[in-house]
């Protein structure tokens, strides 16, 4: 392959100080290339979508939602008392809704969860809950705090292009002060997620059935607890991780069976549970004139006197702050448009995305586009011609569809994206300055046969794990659930599918 592009990048913003904002943060500074590193976060502390805000406004959600081209969220003000119950700052501060809801569980074991350099504590739940996360990331991040502007909201990012030069300039807010500034860099991060614009499809019937019905649909972002659907007919509209134990939590109080809407089965499920229902997606909700509070599925069933429908459809990709850069990177919000490799923007590869792929490990995913990212802007890895990048997007395409299954790397191609991009890393050139392996610089971990292993049976294990009920505290390995690696590599003799499933 003919290597064309070539940089030298001395300035770098990055937006969001999430996971994958800190973790590309690491390797910049490992790369000892760069001149200026800004973080740019908009709420009080780290951890990004790990942020827990215990009250969601009502009424956040649109009714159907299906437009990714929101305008930059504003801010909600709370004590400081309220920020993931620490004192952050002398004044109030902003915050930001997230998804996180009382009781949530990774899906993830703590050692695929981790990253390559800082191991979960010994003593950390197999798959642990939100607040342990949050402890992890906050421990992570502290040696790029010092590059971090809290409070920061980016507002825009434009790409401003002279003769000899290109460079991007970044228009932030101070949300204490309230003061906007402008600074120039010759390269840009996207780090905050795509977590903050929920979907909720346009289904026949919808706008007018939410307008009688006030209330009665709502979206997992703003899900918190089980409580209020006590004794009440729910129906979750959805079956990837989150609609699976947002479910299971409500069916510990709700009317049961609970019902569940899904096209299809997931790869998650634990299979035929009693309490639940599973029935074919909505395809109308029924007028009220003739129904009460009635929905139609795809196989005709209709169910009537439905109390409460969570939608847990995910969220659209959406940047408000890049909505001037042509060509533009969003079209319905199923995906990112005009990118290589999940990361590089094709037009002007100096802006660069962290985090686009689901149905991912996202703390090691995070890392090795952050060390290709740092190698590529440092000039030690090069970049194919554009119309390469470009036969690659269009390549994906053919293959997985141009919406939302662009992105989704489900297993196997989670695993194969990780170590492609690990070898990426290793062929960069090396640098005699770079103390860790050999001048190669820092990497993350290449996987092999037993984090393969794991992957794989990742639904099995989670419930096992969830039939532990509170026992489940105490789990630290999965040879506690029965899952040996070693002991099936004894009985398998090679790497294959296993009858543990």
């Not at 780290?46 to 969601?56: A, D, L």
């Not at 149905?359 to 030690?380: C, D, H, L, N, Y």
Request: net charge neutral; charged share 25%; with cysteine.
């Amino acid at each position: 392959m003919e290597i064309e592009l070539r940089h030298n990048v001395k300035r770098v913003a990055i937006i969001g100080a999430g996971p994958s904002g800190v973790a590309t943060a690491k390797y910049l500074i490992a790369e000892r290339a760069f001149e200026k590193i800004d973080v740019f976060e908009q709420r009080a502390t780290v951890g990004g979508v790990w942020n827990y805000t215990p009250e969601v406004p009502t009424g956040t959600t649109r009714v159907p939602q299906v437009n990714p081209h929101q305008p930059v969220e504003e801010p909600q003000y709370c004590d400081r008392e309220a920020v993931n119950g620490k004192d952050i700052s002398p004044r109030r501060s902003a915050t930001f809704v997230t998804p996180m809801y009382d009781h949530l569980e990774t899906n993830i074991p703590t050692f695929l969860m981790r990253f390559s350099d800082k191991p979960f504590p010994a003593d950390s739940q197999l798959f642990p809950g939100r607040e342990e996360v949050m402890r992890y990331l906050t421990e992570y991040a502290k040696d790029v705090q010092h590059l971090i502007r809290f409070q920061s909201q980016v507002l825009d990012v434009r790409l401003l292009k002279s003769a000899s030069q290109e460079h991007w300039v970044v228009k932030t807010k101070n949300l204490q002060s309230q003061h906007s500034s402008e600074a120039a860099y010759d390269a840009v991060v996207v780090a905050n997620g795509h977590f903050n614009v929920p979907y909720v499809p346009d289904i026949e019937g919808i706008t007018g059935w939410n307008a009688h019905y006030p209330g009665v649909i709502s979206h997992s972002k703003s899900y918190r607890m089980p409580d209020v659907f006590r004794g009440k007919k729910v129906i979750v509209v959805g079956n990837a991780a989150s609609g699976l134990d947002i479910g299971a939590q409500i069916s510990t109080v709700c009317k049961l069976p609970i019902i569940f809407s899904q096209r299809s089965v997931s790869y998650l499920s634990p299979g035929a549970e009693t309490y639940k229902d599973e029935v074919p997606e909505i395809v109308e909700f029924l007028p009220s004139a003739h129904y009460s509070r009635g929905v139609r599925f795809a196989d005709g069933r209709i169910e009537q006197n439905v109390d409460a429908i969570i939608f847990c459809t995910g969220y659209l990709y959406s940047y408000p702050f890049l909505d001037r850069l042509e060509p533009r990177i969003i079209g319905d919000g199923m995906r990112v448009q005009h990118v290589y490799q999940h990361i590089f923007y094709n037009d002007h590869p100096t802006l660069a995305f962290v985090g686009l792929p689901v149905k991912i490990i996202p703390f090691q995913t995070s890392e090795a586009q952050a060390a290709v990212i740092a190698r590529v802007w440092s000039g030690r890895l090069g970049l194919p011609p554009r119309e390469e990048m470009c036969q690659w997007e269009d390549s994906v395409t053919a293959e997985r569809g141009a919406g939302k299954g662009f992105h989704m790397l489900g297993f196997p191609l989670d695993a194969d994206y990780l170590d492609e991009l690990y070898d990426w890393a290793t062929t960069a050139e090396l640098d005699p300055r770079l103390d860790d392996s050999h001048g190669n610089g820092k990497l993350p971990k290449r996987w092999g046969e037993e984090e393969r292993w794991a992957r794989e049976r990742f639904p099995a294990i989670k419930k096992a794990f969830a039939q532990r009920g509170k026992g489940r505290h105490t789990v630290r390995s999965l040879k506690e659930l029965g899952y040996d690696f070693e002991a099936w590599k004894r009985e398998t003799g090679s790497f294959g599918p296993s009858s543990l499933l």
